[in-house]
């Protein structure tokens, strides 16, 4: 079932008939191609059946649907008479763990994945020197030349005092396997990537028989400082039309115009040649194969957002949304070229280090993914841990630690069918954003130089815009997707933009400009800003193509909806100027933000609080009949809404207008309160140690639990009166903290909640539903009786405070046999964090104009909520 998930989807979405009912019904039940996946570590791989198996089976239960299985580097020396030996990349051992792992999740009816490799990027022992990944190489002429192994030189310029040398990056695959360890090879050169899909390619899905992935997975393009192959020169004549060699001077140096234009054709010429030698070909490859591409096509080489036109499935990454982030760099793509689905590496770095992380964490960055048009998480990550590694188990040094050694896993079922829910939903109709944010390529190509680490667009692109121009956007209620020449026809088809933003622009191509300008005389907005594009990019025939580029310009300018704006601060108030924003918020926050789909006879928003403090306030929005609806999607109930918001801190809300938004119940109101906060039995479930709580308190105020990491279970009997059946269980107060910065790119939740960090309420041996995240409350309707009851809250922190008492792990004698290979991150110095139920605890009846005030006990809990699944129980 599993190898038509992209085909059912791709039809699912462009069939424009979605309406909001059948929306409404599909939330209940959103089908499994919509869950997660997990990114599945094999360390070494030191891997047995018996543990590949038995971990499928946990995610199966946990409501993750598939793996992308990457080989990574060793956690453990071969120690046969325990069990632990690594096999060797591509061995036949391994190779039949491959297909089992792949076989047993066509089983399991997961979709299975896989890494075209160990490690990142893309190299290993079958390339030779000559294939590797290649720079140049700028010194001064004052000495005579050294050359190194393998080097060559390329010319010497005296009147620049500059020789220029080809030499290889000397990269080594990162975090490579055991037997994976080499060069990263040449990413211009097509002779190179033969040479891998042959000795790598080919061996693993051979290796996989019957039971080949769904896709093969190319991890981000991190061939640093590579800026150069041998043909280059060559390819450089062929394509721009002119000798680079003796221009190569204008590579390094100063930076001044004729040099910015030399580097602007350098730079597209190796653009040009990752996307022919390396994306194209590859891409080809896998049809061959019958798999699909998924890759991350961002970074070096300098490939373009329109270079991800040549896979199939283009991926992102990153939580900075304010920012041109690689996960709306992906989604921009995937929206212009009308391709339903696109995926994240979601939770890199998360709540550093590795076993920190919680399930607020999880739901925190994967809203901020959602906002950015990301409809599929690929969690980063699932790390093979085996029986013999006991707890903590093993860990990836950049990711959290997301696997059933978290004494948190038992919520994951219900925080997965969230995730679920909403990667489903996003999928729906089509994407709405009014503006595509112009990305000035050319200037960005024009900037780069020879030896520099990172020759890449996405990298440099948010200081060619600068700061301000992309907060302008969201916070006047906008949406955007980024675009670049290689998009603009396919971005103007149709009629979905509104308007285009050019930040800071000065050079461009003049048949963009011309497309740019039709694209206003159709009724777009055109918004330049800061400056207004005065200059053609490259070398030869500049003369002409400046004037081809200023007659453009004024055109353009002499149309009415062409808007210049000089301070890049005042962009959102141009654009409220020309047209409404889909939706408005006051009072005015950076942190919300939102994600639209059109349906046929209404929309979605997606709506999120990103920041650690509640908002209160009210929404508008533009014409068209307004959201009658709101959806939580972590309980599944739906309520009327009047425009009037309140978003607790990380909360997020579904708001949809149409035949499917109608009839919605009122929204509950508060009633009776009673106080359960003191006179807790708590039992310690690892070691069995019982405690009476007359104050709630933290396990690590007492020495016998401070660093403890596990489940404590929570046990009173509670009277209920009548009138008292149909109620919350809250938990709180959460307290804002103040966010540190990090070491690491990643995020986590600055939230001091009142339950760390998870907690499953049983109602008289029935399962209630799960509590992790803002406003900390349960409905316990359907499940209170009046008289006795007896209340088991089991809550579980994470395996940090563990962590704290066993120290920062020992990797030494692995790295003398291995050489050091990772470096895990924010261990030095831990502390064990809060855990337990450390607010108060209080029962609150609840009622709903217009449903009846029965309080009979017999009120069911909304469909598909947290409160409608049992322990372990998977759709």
């Given amino acids: 079932m599993w190898r038509i998930w992209g085909l059912a989807t791709v039809l699912l979405l462009n069939a424009q008939a979605v309406t909001t009912e059948q929306v409404v019904k599909g939330l209940q039940a959103p089908p499994p191609e919509s869950r997660i996946l997990m990114r599945w570590w094999w360390f070494g791989p030191a891997v047995t059946k018996e543990e590949l198996a038995r971990e499928l089976e946990a995610m199966k239960a946990a409501g993750i649907g598939g793996v992308e299985i990457q080989p ?54 079958q390339i030779p020197r000559e294939l590797a990944a290649k720079r140049l190489r700028v010194e001064p002429m004052g000495r005579p030349a050294q050359l190194r192994w393998g080097e060559r030189l390329i010319g010497e310029y005296p009147e620049a005092g500059l020789r220029f040398i080809e030499t290889q990056t000397g990269q080594m695959v990162k975090r490579a396997a055991v037997g994976a360890e080499g060069f990263v090879f040449d990413h ?27 896709a093969v997975f190319c991890d981000s393009l991190e061939v640093f400082s590579a800026d150069w192959t041998s043909d280059l020169p060559r390819e450089f004549q062929r394509r721009r039309g002119y000798d680079l060699l003796p221009h190569l001077p204008a590579l390094a140096g100063e930076w001044n115009e004729e040099k910015a234009r030399i580097r602007h054709d350098w730079a597209l010429t190796l653009t040009e040649l990752a996307e022919d030698r390396f994306l194209k070909p590859l891409w080809e490859w896998s049809r061959q194969q019958g798999v699909k591409l998924r890759a991350q096509v961002y970074g070096t080489p300098p490939v373009s957002l329109a270079s991800q036109r040549y896979v199939d499935l283009a991926d992102g990454e990153q939580t900075q949304w304010r920012r041109l982030s690689a996960s709306r760099w992906a989604s921009s793509a995937n929206h212009i070229l009308r391709r339903p689905v696109t995926a994240s590496e979601t939770w890199t770095w998360l709540h550093s280090p590795t076993f920190a992380a919680n399930p607020l964490d999880v739901k925190a960055e994967a809203d901020i993914h959602f906002i950015q048009g990301i409809n599929q998480l690929i969690g980063h990550g699932w790390p093979y841990s085996p029986p013999q590694a006991g707890r903590p188990g093993w860990g990836f040094y950049a990711a959290a630690a997301l696997n059933d050694l978290n004494p948190w896993w038992g919520v994951m079922p219900d925080l997965a069918l969230y995730l679920q829910r909403a990667s489903w939903l996003l999928r729906q109709g089509e994407p709405v954003a009014d503006v595509l944010l112009y990305l000035p390529v050319a200037d960005i190509r024009s900037r780069f130089s020879a030896g520099s680490n990172h020759v890449s667009i996405d990298r440099a692109a948010h200081e060619a815009m600068g700061d301000a121009v992309i907060p302008q956007i969201l916070d006047s209620g906008y949406n955007f997707d980024a675009v670049d020449d290689g998009l603009l026809e396919d971005a103007f088809a149709g009629g979905r933009y509104r308007a285009i933003v050019l930040p800071r622009v000065e050079r461009i191509d003049p048949q963009a400009l011309e497309r740019i300008r039709a694209f206003v005389e159709r009724g777009g907005w055109a918004f330049l800003i800061g400056r207004r594009p005065r200059l053609s990019p490259g070398y030869l025939n500049r003369e002409e193509n400046d004037r081809a580029v200023r ?136 070691t069995g140690r019982k405690v009476r709580y007359e104050r ?80 900390y409350r349960l409905d316990l309707s359907g499940f209170l009786k009046e008289g006795e009851n007896r209340l088991r809250i089991e809550v579980a922190n994470t395996n940090l405070n563990l962590l704290a008492r066993l120290g920062e792990p020992d990797y030494r004698v692995l790295a003398a046999a291995y050489g050091e290979r990772f470096q895990m991150q924010d261990m030095r110095v831990l502390q064990p964090e809060p855990s337990g139920l450390l607010g108060w605890i209080r029962l609150v009846a609840w009622q709903q104009p217009g449903a009846g005030h029965s309080d009979s006990g017999s009120t069911t809990t909304p469909q598909g909520g947290r409160n409608a699944r049992r322990s372990g129980e998977t759709r």
Avoid at 84 to 101: G, H, I, K, M, V
Avoid at 191 to 213: I, N, Q, S, W
């Fill in 72 to 125: 990574v580097y060793p956690l453990t020396l071969d120690d046969p008479a325990n069990g632990l030996r690594n096999l060797r990349f591509l061995s036949p051992e391994f190779l039949d763990a491959l297909a089992f792992a792949s076989r047993k999740g066509r089983e399991l009816g997961l979709r299975v994945d896989l890494t075209l490799g160990s490690g990142w990027p893309f190299g290993g022992p």
């Fill in 188 to 214: 211009y050169s097509r002779e190179a990537l033969d040479r891998y899909l042959e000795t790598v390619g080919h061996p693993l899905l051979r290796g996989m028989g019957k039971f080949p992935p769904f």
């Fill in 551 to 686: 007659s453009a310009m004024e055109r353009l300018g002499a149309l009415g909806r062409t808007v210049f704006v000089e301070d890049e601060n005042r962009l959102g108030e141009a654009l409220r100027a020309a047209f409404a924003p889909p939706v408005r918020w006051e009072p005015a926050s950076p942190a919300l933000a939102y994600a639209q789909r059109r349906l046929e006879d209404g929309d979605v928003f997606f709506v999120a609080n990103t920041g650690n403090r509640p908002w209160r306030g009210r929404l508008h929005f533009r014409g068209g009949p307004n959201p009658a609806a709101a959806w939580d999607l972590m309980t599944g109930e739906k309520t009327a809404f009047s425009g009037e918001l309140e978003l607790p801190p990380y909360g997020s809300i579904v708001l949809m207008s149409g035949a499917g938004a109608n009839p919605a119940p009122a929204p509950k109101t508060r009633g009776r309160e009673m106080d359960l906060s003191s006179g807790w039995d708590v039992t310690f479930l690892e």
């Fill in 696 to 775: 709630l308190r933290s396990w690590t105020e007492d020495a016998e639990t401070r660093y403890y990491s596990g489940i404590a279970a929570y046990e009173k009997t509670v009277h209920i009166e009548p009138g008292m059946t149909r109620a919350w269980l809250e938990f709180g107060p959460a307290e804002p903290l103040e966010p540190v910065p990090q070491r690491q790119p990643g995020m986590r939740a600055w939230l001091a909640g009142p339950v760390r960090d998870a907690a499953i309420v049983h109602v008289n041996g029935r399962r209630a539903g799960s509590v992790f995240a803002p406003p």
